[in-house]
């Protein structure tokens, strides 16, 4: 016995062939008719009525409500929601049709006047209707729509169709990278692209994913970070440059992390850490006011304040939030101590920076609400920036935890290539020991760096994370449209 969902498929595909044994196209290249947005007609509905104008609308049906000679349809488009009602005595022998051919979930246009109804609702009186798609499969339940989550990022077209704020959300998201690039182009960034193949892995310690380029018989790792490709263009002159795009990391999946995620890296010749830090406050502030049109917002239940930023030290936040000794006379076993003691397993392999670094995403970081800047990181995790002439053994490097979440991460960028290249060398020492999350050693960036980079500073962005704190989603994959998933077996 056919599920229900195949019955109704089946006899939908009786409809489609009976109308094309009717000599009808049930996916015509477009409307016979010119129609327009369905946000377009009801922003100017009191202007085409008094003119008593004939306009044209398509959409797909998402609801029908037959009244003996008569019936309403709801047509949505993407920018709405409009009624449409259609008479058997102005439609003829076509209501017929239209009644007995076209189901929700079809997408047709209508032409015809415009009126309001008893319930003063925007509608249009179908004088003309035309079929453009027949849809084959039956849509969400109306009121319950998709209930499994995982269902809903597997089948987002179903998602963004039948969920009026997850279709919000990702305009929003559109919205905030517009402004995201404005701000930049205001700040004097020229926007720029660099590869997404690397020959060898680089920018960030992170494992990558392997691909194979046949013409060349050659591996390639998707990019992991754009770092290493825009500081040649540093090097090459431009002063002030971002990128946006995707970066692809073979790590682990949860509600804050996806294997593939949107980037901005954006660099200033000439700038240090301390005036990265002041342009990120202008940032946060900026973009709130751009969305919000105000210096605040809500993010699971706490009011983030965009105006206001505390500034500690990785030591002083590990010492103050989860209880430890200050880094610099703590010992290796100290941390392996602590991190048993908070039920976090470690590695043999891993280092004392790695397993201070590692409790402080899990006990630490969840506990900074307000936009906090956490600097000078232990020089160990912090391969590609310059080392604290103050504090030898960290780095001038800070993030910006807003909400439990590092949304930038940023430093006065390593210049030195001899440092740096002293620095690849101990990553690939740990890579001997097992350390999957290091960096390779890049001998073309370090010739590069021999040239002379100028003094620089450099800023890493979430944007996904962003988006989740500005939409108040507390799972990644709310604010990606295709989030990486499991594959049906």
């Known amino acids: 016995m056919p599920l229900p969902g195949e019955e109704i498929r089946r006899i939908r595909i009786e409809k489609l062939e009976n109308l094309k044994k009717l000599g009808v196209?049930?996916?015509?290249?477009?409307?016979?008719?010119?129609?327009?947005?369905?946000?377009?007609?009801?922003?100017?509905?009191?202007?085409?009525?008094?003119?008593?104008?004939?306009?044209?609308?398509?959409?797909?049906?998402?609801a029908k409500r037959e009244h003996g000679g008569s019936m309403f349809?709801?047509?949505?488009?993407?920018?709405?929601?409009?009624?449409?009602?259609?008479?058997?005595?102005?439609?003829?022998?076509?209501?017929?049709?239209?009644?007995?051919?076209?189901?929700?979930?079809?997408?047709?246009?209508?032409?015809?006047?415009?009126?309001?109804?008893?319930?003063?609702?925007?509608?249009?009186?179908?004088?003309?209707?035309?079929?453009?798609?027949?849809?084959l499969r039956p849509l969400p339940e109306k009121w319950h729509g998709i209930s499994d989550a995982e269902e809903r990022f597997r089948k987002r077209y179903l998602d963004l169709m039948m969920n009026d704020?997850?279709?919000?959300?990702?305009l929003l998201r559109s919205n905030i990278i517009n402004a995201i690039r404005r701000f930049f182009n205001d700040e004097g960034f020229l926007e720029v692209e660099t590869p997404m193949l690397h020959s060898i892995p680089g920018g960030a310690l992170a494992r990558p994913f392997i691909t194979h380029h046949n013409a060349l018989d050659q591996d390639f790792y998707l990019r992991v970070a754009p770092?290493?490709?825009?500081?040649?263009?540093?090097?090459?002159?431009?002063?002030?440059?971002?990128?946006?795009?995707?970066n692809f990391r073979n790590e682990g999946i949860d509600h804050n992390h996806n294997p593939e995620f949107t980037m901005l890296e954006a660099y200033s010749a000439y700038e240090?850490?301390?005036e990265c830090i002041d342009m990120v406050h202008k940032f946060l502030l900026a973009i709130a006011k751009s969305i919000f049109h105000k210096t605040f917002f809500t993010y699971q239940g706490a009011s983030i304040d965009c105006k206001k930023h505390a500034e500690l030290?990785?030591?002083?936040?590990?010492?103050?939030?989860?209880?430890?000794?200050?880094?610099?006379?703590?010992?290796?076993?100290?941390?392996?101590?602590?991190?048993?003691?908070?039920?976090?397993?470690?590695?043999?392999s891993d280092t004392k920076s790695k397993i201070a670094d590692i409790i402080f995403k899990k006990i630490v970081r969840p506990k900074l609400i307000q936009p906090t800047f956490l600097l000078d990181h232990p020089?160990?995790?912090?391969?590609?920036?310059?080392?604290?002439?103050?504090?030898?053994?960290?780095?001038?490097?800070?993030?910006?935890?807003?909400g439990g979440q590092e949304l930038v991460n940023g430093f006065s960028e390593l210049n030195d290539p001899l440092d740096q290249a002293e620095r690849f060398k101990l990553q690939e020492a740990l890579k001997n020991t097992g350390e999957a999350e290091t960096m390779s050693y890049d001998g073309d960036f370090i010739e590069a760096l021999e040239y002379g980079m100028p003094p620089a500073a450099g800023i890493g962005i979430g944007i996904d994370r962003l988006i989740m704190l500005l939409t108040d989603s507390d799972n990644i994959k709310e604010v990606i449209l295709f989030p990486t998933l499991r594959s049906k077996m």
């Open 73 to 135: 349809l709801d047509l949505f488009d993407g920018t709405g929601k409009f009624q449409v009602f259609a008479a058997e005595n102005t439609l003829k022998n076509t209501f017929s049709e239209l009644r007995d051919v076209i189901d929700i979930g079809d997408i047709i246009s209508v032409q015809g006047k415009l009126f309001r109804t008893k319930q003063k609702q925007q509608t249009i009186s179908a004088h003309h209707w035309q079929i453009l798609v027949k849809s």
């Open 165 to 170: 704020g997850v279709r919000a959300r990702f």
């Open 379 to 402: 020089l160990e995790i912090s391969p590609l920036a310059k080392r604290n002439p103050a504090r030898p053994h960290t780095a001038l490097r800070f993030q910006l935890i807003v």
């Open 272 to 274: 240090t850490r301390a």
């Open 227 to 246: 770092e290493l490709y825009l500081k040649r263009l540093l090097i090459g002159g431009f002063q002030k440059i971002f990128e946006i795009g995707r």
């Open 25 to 62: 196209d049930p996916y015509p290249e477009k409307s016979k008719f010119f129609v327009d947005s369905i946000k377009a007609v009801a922003d100017k509905f009191s202007v085409l009525v008094k003119r008593k104008k004939v306009v044209g609308i398509a959409g797909r049906v998402m």
């Open 313 to 348: 030290s990785f030591s002083e936040a590990l010492e103050r939030h989860a209880l430890l000794p200050q880094y610099d006379k703590a010992s290796r076993s100290d941390f392996e101590l602590a991190a048993s003691r908070f039920g976090i397993s470690i590695k043999p």
